[in-house]
């Protein structure tokens, strides 16, 4: 199998992390849908990545259907849970990490009306608010706990590791750390993780 994307997209990474931590080898293909010849936009229509390409072809996006399509080619060890109630647990993380990254994906590219000052002077308080909200949200459910859902790490886990490491590093001004003292350890020990630090994309 192949996944195709860049380093610096984050919901790369979140693919990237969670494959390591299933222990499935990835081939991983440098590719930028805006780069000269890229594969990405021949196959995937909406021009996104990541891009899984199976070992038969078959061609596999977002990032939220390619974790679920690995989680099910290997399901051990289980990274979402198979019971519906802790499924759909695991996948709100998700969901509410996706957002965070979304909004600083926003602030940090520029994104909204760009053209209208009135409109952009309320759009990244909107944007910054979201955040904020998130993480406190994940700061509250982690506190007395190791891990978001269960007794080992999961989808939720690497999903919010992944969504705090990119606040750290695009919105340096928000003050992650000092804002949200509860969860300086629970970001350390994921980033430490191997599945993370081998896909940090400051480390080249």
Known sequence: M????????????????????????????????????SQIAELNPLSKMPVLV??????????????ECLEGLKPQPALIP??????????????????????????????????????????NPRQEAKIERALATVQRAITGRDWLHGTSITLADVAVGYAM??????????????RFPGLVSYAGRLLARPSFVKT?????
Do not use: C
């Open 82 to 123: 198979a019971d519906f109630r802790g499924r759909i647990a695991v996948r709100r993380w998700e969901a509410l990490a996706d957002g965070i990254t979304e909004a600083t994906v926003n602030l940090s590219h520029g994104y909204g009306p760009m053209d209208d000052a009135e409109k952009r002077a309320a759009w």
């Open 165 to 178: 490491a990119y606040v750290e590093a695009k919105l340096p001004a928000f003050e992650r750390k000092q």
């Open 2 to 37: 192949k996944l195709l994307g860049s380093s610096g997209s984050p919901f790369v990474r979140k693919v990237r992390a969670f494959a390591m931590e299933k222990g499935i080898a990835l081939d991983y293909v440098l590719d930028r849908p805006s780069g000269p010849g």
């Open 200 to 204: 940090d994309p400051s480390a080249g």
């Open 54 to 67: 199976l070992d038969d072809g078959e061609v596999v996006y977002d990032s939220v259907v390619i974790v």
